[in-house]
């Protein structure tokens, strides 16, 4: 009842800018209220950038790999797939043909030829990455006391680590280098497997990368309050009964 006589005939000035003779626009007569403005989704547009750029990288990747005689020839020990928090590239060992001399973490050639050769594809987006390095689960004679696969499995990710800064990666580029010794085998194979012996280097996503700086902001920057000694209740005393005597 409040709105001028004129203005409820002829609509009066509208907000929005749509041709519709509905007050407040759009084309539902039912609807009252007016026009939203659509904005895009700016996280998602993030996210749908990031996996164009992934999915470059590994054209890119593929690319050199088929360009290059000596890669093209390693081929059967890369495989590089997009996973949920990234783009991963595994490099794999084969009965006949390992990547680091056994028991060791000394690099032999071809793996320092993969190493270098895919170190300046890297730097080509901004995103970081985790290294890590497995091992099958034959184990070490002293067992997980001394030496293990524990410390192999750090070892050879870490000399990964160190050929590909020698090929040219950028500084910083690495976010983490993890051990994983004989946990995650590859599912269709058994624990002894030769292929169980691999360099997994994954390229994060902005979410992954999230994650693992929040899990480690989490461990070392927020202290852990001293533990409160519980609260004892109060002992009632319950004045005892006399004893029956026997009959």
């Known amino acids: 009842f409040r709105t001028p006589l004129a203005t409820a005939v002829t609509g009066g000035d509208r907000i929005s800018n749509s041709e519709s003779p509905i007050p407040g626009g759009g084309d539902d007569y039912t609807q009252s209220q007016g026009e939203v403005n659509k904005q895009p989704n700016i996280e998602e547009l993030k996210k749908r950038m990031e996996q164009s750029r992934l999915r470059k990288l590994r054209g890119d990747l593929d690319q050199l790999i088929e360009s290059d005689p000596k890669l093209r020839a390693l081929r059967p020990h890369l495989k590089i797939d997009l996973v949920q928090e990234g783009l991963r590239i595994q490099i794999i060992d084969s009965q006949n043909r390992p990547m680091f001399r056994t028991g060791s973490a000394d690099v032999e050639p071809?793996?320092?030829?993969?190493?270098?050769?895919?170190?300046?594809?890297?730097?080509?987006?901004?995103?970081?990455?985790?290294?890590?390095?497995?091992?099958?689960?034959?184990?070490?004679?002293?067992?997980?006391?001394?030496?293990?696969?524990?410390?192999?499995?750090?070892?050879?990710?870490?000399?990964?680590?160190?050929?590909?800064?020698?090929?040219g990666l950028d500084s910083g580029k690495v976010l983490r280098v993890v051990g994983m010794a004989a946990t995650m085998r590859l599912s269709d194979r058994g624990p002894d497997d030769a292929v169980n012996r691999r360099i997994s280097l994954l390229v994060l996503n902005k979410q992954a990368e999230q994650a693992i700086l929040h899990e480690n902001a989490e461990s070392q920057n927020e202290p852990v309050s001293a533990l409160e000694e519980p609260e004892v209740a109060p002992q009632v005393s319950v004045p005892t009964m006399p004893s029956a005597e026997p009959r």
Do not use: C, Q
């Open 110 to 167: 071809y793996m320092r030829d993969i190493l270098r050769a895919i170190a300046p594809v890297l730097n080509g987006i901004p995103n970081r990455i985790s290294l890590s390095g497995h091992t099958d689960d034959f184990p070490y004679a002293s067992g997980e006391k001394g030496y293990s696969n524990w410390e192999l499995s750090a070892d050879r990710a870490n000399a990964s680590r160190r050929e590909l800064m020698v090929g």
